[in-house]
Nanobody
Framework: QKQLVESGGGLVQPGGSLKVSCAAS????????IGWFREVPGKEREGVSC????????YYGASVKGRFTISRDNRKNTVNLQMNSLKEEDTGVYYC??????????????????????WGQGTQVTVSS
């Protein structure tokens, strides 16, 4: 059974850092594009960052570019999202998803994860003083 499990969320002050991880089980992330998505009540789902396990290409949303870094750990079958210089508007539930879609732009922008093959259960990130 394919599963994604997120971890690493929590409460952090503005300007702080946090790393969230997405661990895959039941399948390997090879040939998949993995995305991190943020959901906030009353707002549409946002594609925060996506990475291709196939060629390493990445995408960052405009609101996080320069502050967040997505990376793969093939040995651990995990994708990490390092979040620095956090702002209150980064607050939300962060989900990871995996799909054999054509590109990181398709995953993060065109479909914003809709119909992705596998979704995690989400992890709450709260940025507040």
């Amino acid at each position: 059974q394919k599963q994604l499990v997120e971890s690493g969320g929590g409460l952090v002050q503005p300007g702080g850092s946090l790393k969230v991880s997405c661990a895959a089980s039941g399948f390997t992330l090879d040939e998949y594009i993995i995305g991190w998505f943020r959901e906030v009540p009353g707002k549409e789902r946002e594609g925060v960052s996506c990475i291709s396990s196939k060629d390493g290409s990445t995408y960052y949303g405009a609101s996080v570019k320069g502050r967040f870094t997505i990376s793969r750990d093939n040995r651990k079958n995990t994708v990490n999202l390092q979040m620095n210089s956090l702002k209150e508007e980064d607050t939300g539930v962060y989900y990871c998803a995996a799909d054999r879609i054509t590109s990181v732009e398709a995953m993060c922008v065109t479909y914003v994860g809709a119909g992705a093959d596998v979704w995690g259960q989400g992890t709450q990130v709260t940025v507040s003083s």
